[in-house]
């Protein structure tokens, strides 16, 4: 079974950084394999962050993008997501996301607080 683990948020003011891990079990992440982050807003949908895809090519929200960086080590099976100069309409839990082929997994989210 699959389970992914995500970690590094937290309370920051605006303008700081925080690094976000995610941490796959019961499953090697493989280079052909699409990581990506999501973020749920209280009372808004989920939304996608981040992409990278198998070929290693990435995409962004317009929102994040300059701000925020994912990146993989598919040998700690980990993918991060490197937030910079945060803003407090970046408060969300975030979630990790792994697509190998037809199946989809999320980690159980982790809560990014930003304050004004």
């Known amino acids: 079974q699959v389970q992914l683990v995500e970690s590094g948020g937290g309370l920051v003011q605006a303008g700081g950084s925080l690094r976000l891990s995610c941490v796959a079990s019961?499953?090697?992440?493989?280079?052909?394999?699409?990581m990506a982050w999501y973020r749920q807003a209280p009372g808004k949908q989920r939304e996608l962050v981040a992409t990278m895809y198998s070929g290693g090519s990435t995409n962004y929200a317009d929102s994040v993008k300059g701000r925020f960086t994912i990146s993989r080590d598919n040998a700690k099976n980990t993918v991060y997501l490197q937030m910079k100069s945060l803003k407090p309409e970046d408060t969300a839990v975030y979630y990790c996301?792994?697509?190998?082929?037809?199946?989809?997994?999320w980690g159980q989210g982790t809560q990014v607080t930003v304050s004004s």
């Open positions: 019961g499953r090697n992440i493989f280079s052909t394999d699409t």
């Open positions: 996301r792994l697509v190998a082929g037809m199946y989809g997994y």
